[in-house]
């Protein structure tokens, strides 16, 4: 289905039909059109885009304020691996969170000891499998003596 995200988002955010189409400017009819696989126009993608990232941001707020009774900002970027001053964006309603980082805040706000989890994950550096080299074998020697 080409616009399933649509309402798997809306479900997983516990939306009905009518009170996203209220808050999107749509009609009921409209917004079921669009869940079935009707082309998106421009206009009304973007505000569904919008409405995504704004209730994001709004999630990532309380997360960030609870972990930091634990745990100072720089420590918790540090772990996760984030850039310095990214939470500090996410606070004050700047960027977008993922799902990803949605969700690895909300682990740690409800259990700020899984830290330690990450930090042992994150210490660990990346290491490749090492690749067989070829190795070169010397050329025969056909000569006769």
């Not at 930091?68 to 700047?94: A, K, W």
Request: with cysteine; glycine share 6%.
């Amino acid at each position: 289905m080409i616009n399933g995200w649509v309402k798997s988002w809306r479900v997983s955010q516990g939306l009905t039909l009518a009170k996203l189409a209220d808050r999107l400017g749509v009609s009921v009819a409209e917004l079921e059109m669009i869940e079935l696989g009707e082309p998106l126009d421009r206009e009304t993608a973007a505000r569904i885009r919008d409405l995504i990232n704004t209730d994001r941001r709004q999630q990532a707020q309380p997360l960030i304020d609870r972990i930091c009774r634990t745990f100072s900002q720089r420590r918790i970027e540090h772990v996760l691996g984030l850039s310095q001053g990214y939470l500090s964006r996410l606070r004050n309603g700047g960027g977008n969170p993922s799902p990803v980082i949605l969700a690895t805040l909300t682990l740690l706000a409800n259990d700020p000891n899984r830290i330690a989890e990450l930090a042992g994950a994150t210490a660990q550096p990346h290491t490749r499998p090492r690749r067989m080299r070829a190795t070169a074998t010397p050329a025969p020697n056909y000569r006769s003596r």
